[in-house]
């Protein structure tokens, strides 16, 4: 039977376990990266593993999130990620060199290789025929010491692209088109696999919008073939040499398949507060906007910002609407100002931001009180772009453009011919802030700011565990929720002391001195707890505060493996009511812990408050148990 190229290439990358679906692998990485806002934790836990130098083929870290020098701590976290980098053989993407998964896709993916991320949007690399996959901070710290990455096997799922797309229709809007079919959840387990006609009309940038934005499906990851496309553009970046060409075999078997006709897909646009919650542009058009962004690490390549740059060619923004735009990369910044897109975007009154995440992570740009902001970026959750009461709509940059021109959601169909941008003859490929690891690493000694401090650890879990449920949640409860993004929380992503004091900010101010006071208890929670972004800091602040269990209906696949590398159990409700039969506040006993979950055994939970007996699952495999028992897994990686 042939083989689809999920299997071939986690095949040649297996080191432990059997590809069948739900059973644990163990894979071989051969590329990490990591960006400021998580890489500094990731270092610090790397150091604590105690090897000399990365065992990978490959390893960048970058730093595109925590621009901005309000104060310190930003900037002494630079200088403790470059020094570190260059300590253990690591290359260092300075700020202003762009989004990490732009550059990685211009400069370093390789068809055929694996490549692990501490950001959830690694994903983006799969439009070039990587695995690549979004992980936690711990977990990459580990992968870059040689060591394999575990996971369930995924299912794995055929996205047939028939036809083609229509004049004005983007790959951003098929992208959303499976996300209004599919939900944020209906990746969960799952590998999806791009194929069919229709991938012959996506170029590598069109396919990494579709694979980076598989992340808001739940996805493990998204890829699609290495072919001829591929081939051009490892070209354009001089870079053929890494080129292989990639593809299932024509009898491969996929787990499900899901057809999309591209001849029959329209304008579409996420409303709030979901990415799933989808519709046609035509039946928004006319909101009034006050802000708009183009950029981030879904549509911010050359072709998206030329596109811009030629529907706002002489034209003028409405005097009170922002527009900015953030070029994914320091390259795709210098070949449109050679192009002179950038003029035309500078005259048409565009705000021009570096090549960083920027808006997308509330980095400046937040719109006002109340405030609609239409965005060419992949998430919406409430209080990501910094501000919990403005509206945030996502589209493509298509979109973004036309409705810059009138101030209000507009369809770009409404714009007439469309329009082409030529292919460039020669493309400026420059390198200068990608600094490689030091040759003499005895030389480099690791600068550590004030900022920087220790992770904490959790013990040993015990065999009982006790106290209060400190806050009840409804479903789809995102990372953005439990520990927010913007500048004033971002900058203390490598203190988690301080940074847990912003944990459910939005959703619940009092949580923060509730924990406190109770000394640690529960968190319960409904559907897909934890989508979103691959922040550990959603695990580490709960811990640092005493959370011991979290219960919910299901969990986000990221913040499961989070959670128990932080050392806290991921315990999953058995029957439906059980949810409705737990309030906030009840006071909750478990006790056989340790039994339980060495035998892999269901768990008896006493609701004492309600005097009531419920059953969890913590579904564990056994090296997720081993790592529980030894309290996270830093501990279990020190048990040798
Ligand atoms: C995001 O898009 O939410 C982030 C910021 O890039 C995160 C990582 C983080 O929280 O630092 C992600 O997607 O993993
Ligand atoms: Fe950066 Fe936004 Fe992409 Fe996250 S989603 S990596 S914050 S651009």
């Known amino acids: 039977m042939g083989k689809n190229l999920v299997q071939k290439i986690l095949q040649a990358h297996l080191v432990s376990g059997e590809l069948k679906t739900g059973e644990e692998v163990g894979i071989s990485i051969d590329q990490t990266l990591t960006q400021d806002a998580t890489g500094t934790m990731v270092y610090l836990q790397f150091e604590a593993i105690g090897i000399p130098r990365v065992k990978t083929k490959l390893s960048v870290s970058y730093v595109d999130h925590n621009t901005l020098q309000t104060s310190i701590e930003n ?32 400069r370093f993916a390789v068809p055929g290789q694996t490549l692990l991320g501490s950001d959830s949007h690694t994903t983006t690399c799969g439009g070039l025929g990587m695995i690549a996959i979004g992980a936690g901070g711990s977990d990459v710290a580990v992968a870059m010491t040689g060591s394999p990455f575990f996971l369930p096997t995924p299912k794995i799922v055929l996205v047939r692209l028939l036809g083609r797309l229509r004049p004005w229709v983007t790959a951003k809007d098929i992208i959303l088109h499976l996300l209004k079919k599919l939900t944020v959840k209906g990746g969960v387990g799952r590998i999806f696999e791009y194929g069919g006609p229709g991938i012959k009309c996506l170029s590598v940038p069109e396919r990494s919008t579709i694979t980076n934005m598989g992340a808001e499906l739940g996805a493990t990851t998204s890829v699609f073939p290495s072919d001829e496309l591929s081939y051009q553009y490892l070209k ?4 053929e040499k890494a080129w292989v060409e990639l593809g299932a075999d024509k009898d491969a078997q996929y787990d499900e398949e899901v057809e999309i006709n591209l001849d029959d897909l329209e304008p579409l646009i996420a409303r709030p507060h979901s990415p799933d919650n989808v519709c046609t542009v035509k039946e928004v058009a006319g909101t009034k906007l006050h802000q708009i962004c183009i950029g981030s690490c879904t549509n911010s390549s050359y072709n998206d910002l030329m596109a811009v740059a030629k529907i706002l060619k002489g034209k003028t923004i409405p005097p ?42 509330g980095m400046g740009q937040v719109p006002p009180s109340g405030g609609i902001s239409l965005r060419a970026f992949n998430r919406n959750f409430r209080g990501r772009c910094g501000s919990s009461d403005s509206e945030v709509y996502l589209c493509s940059p298509e979109t973004a453009a036309a409705s810059a021109v009138t101030g209000v959601i507009t369809d770009p169909r409404d714009l007439g011919k469309p329009i082409r941008t030529k292919p460039l003859r020669k493309y400026v490929v420059d390198d200068k802030l990608i600094v490689p690891p030091a040759s003499d690493p005895s030389k480099v000694e690791i600068v550590r700011g004030p900022n920087i401090k220790e992770i904490p650890k959790r013990g040993p879990i015990g065999d009982a565990l006790e106290g209060e449920v400190l806050i009840k949640l409804k479903d789809g409860i995102s990372t953005d929720d439990i520990l927010p993004a913007g500048t004033k929380v971002l900058t203390y992503r490598s203190n988690i002391p301080a940074i847990s004091r912003f944990t459910f900010e939005y959703v619940d101010p009092d949580f923060v001195n509730r924990a406190k006071e109770k000394k640690g208890g529960f968190i319960l929670a409904g559907i897909n707890y934890g989508q979103g972004s691959s922040r550990e800091h959603a695990a580490l602040a709960p811990m640092h505060l005493g959370v011991k269990a979290v219960l919910v209906k299901s969990f986000a696949r990221i913040h499961r493996g989070n959670l128990i590398n932080a050392g806290i159990l991921p315990l999953t409700l058995k029957e439906e009511p059980s949810y409705d039969e737990i309030d906030q506040g009840d006071y909750l006993r478990l006790e056989g812990v340790r039994e339980a979950i060495k035998e892999g055994k269901p768990l008896s939970i006493k609701n004492v408050t309600k005097n009531k007996e419920i059953t969890v699952i913590a579904n564990l495999t056994a090296r997720e148990a081993e790592i529980i028992l030894a309290g996270g897994l830093l501990n279990y990686k020190a048990q040798g």
């Open 75 to 106: 900037s002494d976290d630079q200088v403790y990620l470059q020094t570190v980098a260059a300590k253990y053989g690591i290359y260092y993407s300075k700020p202003g060199n762009g989004i990490c998964h732009q550059v990685h896709l211009e």
């Open 236 to 239: 354009m970046q001089q870079r």
């Open 320 to 361: 009170e609407l922002s527009v900015t735009i953030s070029p994914g990369s320091r390259q795709v910044l210098e070949n449109i100002a050679k192009e002179g897109a950038l003029e035309d975007l500078i005259r048409a009154g565009v705000r021009v931001l570096e090549p960083a995440c920027g808006p997308c992570i």
